[in-house]
């Protein structure tokens, strides 16, 4: 199998899973599922919708189908801070990527945007974001932080550096730090880069589970052995880490135990053939203090590509339907392990149609070519110099098929626009869809006050007669959907009220 099926089934598969995932990922049950999509489980895409940004400020995301989430947003960021030789510009990942990505980002932890916020202070650097944030009466510290954030965005590291296990593991402790401090949250990072390492040089016919877990727990102390804290970047971050009274290298060592009873754990289950439902609930998969561990969705990923290795669709299946779970992330780890193995080949013409998917593609050769030694492959986009930028959105002027630019991503165009009301008087959501041309689609937003759009009611008509189509489209049969048209194209005075009503008919 060519080396490029097998990175294009890697980086797409993770971004497959990811868009499924994001689906079940605030799901209750699978009542529920059947309810909302008439399916008894999500193993292709489906037109959905969230609620972003709160109940009384927040507006609806209309979400297409194929669409994912921050998990492949955060992986593509770090793909474009990768330098020729593999090494990661942490600091243009930490000072341009991640402050940006908050500005389009769908979905995403509180870790990682609270870090995001932070790393914006100038007295910030890549080794150098500690900071504490509020979850209700809690203060959670940088230290605690061991979610999955760091885990879900490193693939490119491992592609571009494959082979090399050594700079795999200190480039994605580099990354990881930027956003997560406890080891749970590191550890997770670069175990998923080493089972991405060791998968993608297998034929899906001389795949053997149980060694591939027997290698990941292998000599574990020394794989993880983190010789370069000795260097001065990563000597300060110790120093400020162990300031606080814990030591880093004993809450580390501790963390990888954990890590490898958990292996030893898998191992068990796969030879015994105990259950899913029950390997997920040992891992704490579904326990709220533990679900979104870096550590347990990766094994969770690994434990999956392992027990469905001959079956690749269904090992991302049971990730996105393991209701209660880290649905996105788990999927987006199988997806990319399930991808090294098996190769883009693998992916059914159901799930083809992921978003972006020749972008994903596009990162997929620059990243293999990266890890052959070529040069000149990631290539940065062009700001369109006198556009508008969404950098700093001021003011509500822009219209349907305007050219704007926003760094890091480069110039783009307007291909959605959307303004909603809040449930808060006096306010409403500006919503943008932008297609830049790089390859990449992204939903920004900004909320306005009414008295600052003193037409807004006109646009409001306009734009919510799109919005009750979109929504018509994907609710109704397609008999109801073209008489709906007829109706609008026969009736050209329809009040904005009977708009907004039948809006809350279709959406039931």
Known sequence: MKPETKYKGSIKLAAIGDALGWITEFEKSQDSIQKKYNASRIDRFFDWQKTVGGRFLGYTDFIKAGSYSDDTQLMLSVARSIKENGDVDQHYFSKVELPNWLH?????????????????????????????????????????????????????IALANLGNEEKIKEEIFANSIITHGHPRAIIGAILYGFAINHIIQF????????????????????????????????????????SFGKNFEHEFTATLNETQQYLRDLYVAIQKNISVKDTLVQLGCYENSTKGSGISTVLAGIYLTCI???????????????????????????????????????????????QDEL????????????????????????????????????????IENELITFDPLGSGSIKYLNRQKTLTSGKYNLILGVEFEIGQYCVFSKSFDLKNYGDLEKAKSENNESILFEIAESKLSLTNFNQLKSYFKDNKNIKPDLIDLLIDIVKG
């Not at 053997?208 to 000597?235: C, E, M, R, V």
């Not at 339907?321 to 693998?346: E, R, W, Y």
């Open 104 to 156: 389009y980002a769908r979905g995403g932890g509180r870790t990682v945007k609270n870090a995001a916020i932070k790393i914006s202070r100038k007295s910030a650097k890549w080794n150098k974001n500690f900071f504490t944030f509020k979850v209700k009466d809690s203060v959670i510290d940088y230290r605690d932080s061991g979610a999955n954030g760091a885990a879900m965005r490193i693939l490119p």
């Open 359 to 398: 972008y994903l593609e596009e990162i997929s050769a620059g990243l293999l070519a990266i890890s052959e030694g070529q040069k000149g492959i990631l290539k940065k986009p062009a700001n369109l110099e006198g556009k508008k930028s969404l950098n700093s959105i001021i003011e509500d002027n822009f």
């Open 308 to 354: 469905f290795h001959n079956n690749p669709t269904e090992a991302i299946n049971e990730a996105v339907n393991s209701i209660g779970s880290d649905t996105d992330s788990i999927a987006a780890f199988t997806g990319g392990l399930i991808g090294a193995l098996h190769g883009q080949n693998c992916i059914p013409k159901k799930w083809s149609k992921v």
């Open 203 to 242: 034929r899906p016919e001389d795949f053997n589970p149980n060694s591939f877990i027997a290698y990941l727990g292998k000599d574990i102390h020394q794989k993880f052995h983190l010789a370069f804290l000795n260097k001065k970047s990563f000597l300060d971050w110790k120093l400020e880490w162990n």
